[in-house]
């Protein structure tokens, strides 16, 4: 069965930072696509960050340079390291995965992703 649990969400000034993680199980890592996306009220889902089996990572423009995302292969942990956090990166952040083609990177589109998390809050105030 598969089981994503989101932590690490919290409320910082802007310019901190946070990590957060996602505890997976039922995965594959080689196989597959890890993702993050996030979603401010009012508006959709975006994808954020994902990673494919290869360990290539690929990243929304608005957090290219800023944010990292990394697979712990030994401790089941998705990662996103979040750095120079801004007030526009206030929202519900969750993790998923998906099964991975082999031929591409992995996309931030949501119907790429099968399994979701329940969420993790961030909130960052200027």
């Known amino acids: 069965q598969v089981q994503l649990v989101e932590s690490g969400g919290d409320s910082v000034q802007a310019g901190g930072s946070l990590r957060l993680s996602c505890a997976v199980s039922?995965?594959?890592?080689?196989?597959?696509?890890m993702g993050w996306f996030r979603q401010a009220p009012g508006k959709e889902r975006e994808g954020v960050a994902a990673?494919?089996?290869?360990?290539?990572?690929n990243y929304a423009d608005s957090v290219k340079g800023r944010f990292t995302i990394s697979i712990d292969n030994a401790k089941n942990t998705l990662y996103l390291q979040m750095n120079s956090l801004k007030p526009e990166d206030t929202a519900m952040y969750y993790c998923?995965?998906?099964?991975?083609?082999?031929?591409?990177?992995?996309?931030?589109?949501?119907?790429?992703?099968?399994?979701w998390g329940q969420g993790t809050q961030v909130t960052v105030s200027s």
């Open positions: 998923a995965a998906g099964a991975w083609a082999g031929y591409r990177m992995c996309g931030l589109e949501e119907w790429e992703y099968n399994n």
């Open positions: 990673v494919d089996g290869d360990g290539d990572p």
């Open positions: 039922g995965y594959t890592y080689s196989s597959s696509c």
